[in-house]
């Protein structure tokens, strides 16, 4: 009997010290999608530490680029290229801003929130966009 509650015990421990699985997102890049023209697809995603996005390109005249001021402090700027997908794993926790750079002005950006936004959320509310950017992203704060 000792035996048996000693293997049931160390099963119950490795599976409880399993990491748990990484989910993959998908984002489109769209010329016209639910909220309108020129649209991130969905524009707003909770992720958790290690989840997986990849921003695809449905269409050669957009991009995906992060946001200057709205990145956790020693995450390097990302650009995927006009027309190509971008895959990105998120490690570390906070608000990440992103956007197509031809179709910034017309609001084309999307929110990443990873774990706790906490360390850089004020800092990323306070940046500045051009055109609908800004009303856009004001909303997609509000998803929070």
Same mark, same amino acid.
């Given at each position: 009997?000792?035996?048996?509650?000693?293997?049931?015990?160390?099963?119950?421990?490795?599976?409880?010290?399993?990491?748990?699985?990484?989910?993959?997102?998908?984002? *489109?890049?769209? $010329?016209? @999608?639910?909220?309108?023209?020129? +649209?991130?697809?969905?524009?707003?995603?909770? =992720?958790? #530490?290690? %989840?997986?996005?990849?921003? *695809?390109?449905? $269409?050669? @005249?957009?991009?995906?680029?992060? +946001?200057?001021?709205?990145?956790?402090?020693? =995450?390097? #700027?990302? %650009?995927?290229?006009?027309? *190509?997908?971008?895959?990105?794993?998120?490690?570390?926790?906070? +608000?990440?801003?992103?956007?197509?750079?031809?179709?910034?002005?017309?609001?084309?950006?999307?929110?990443?929130?990873?774990?706790?936004?906490?360390?850089?959320?004020?800092?990323?509310?306070?940046?500045?966009?051009?055109?609908?950017?800004?009303?856009?992203?004001?909303?997609?704060?509000?998803?929070?």
């Amino acid at each position: 009997m000792k035996s048996v509650l000693a293997g049931l015990a160390l099963v119950i421990g490795l599976a409880a010290a399993a990491p748990a699985l990484a989910a993959d997102f998908e984002v *489109k890049m769209l $010329n016209k @999608g639910v909220k309108g023209a020129m +649209v991130f697809e969905p524009d707003f995603l909770k =992720v958790a #530490p290690g %989840d997986t996005v990849t921003f *695809k390109a449905t $269409n050669p @005249g957009h991009n995906v680029e992060t +946001v200057d001021g709205m990145l956790p402090a020693g =995450v390097q #700027p990302m %650009d995927g290229g006009l027309g *190509k997908d971008m895959t990105v794993t998120f490690t570390q926790e906070g +608000v990440y801003g992103f956007k197509c750079k031809p179709h910034y002005i017309m609001g084309m950006v999307a929110l990443i929130v990873v774990g706790n936004p906490a360390g850089n959320l004020d800092a990323a509310k306070a940046v500045k966009h051009p055109g609908k950017a800004g009303k856009t992203f004001e909303e997609l704060f509000g998803g929070l």
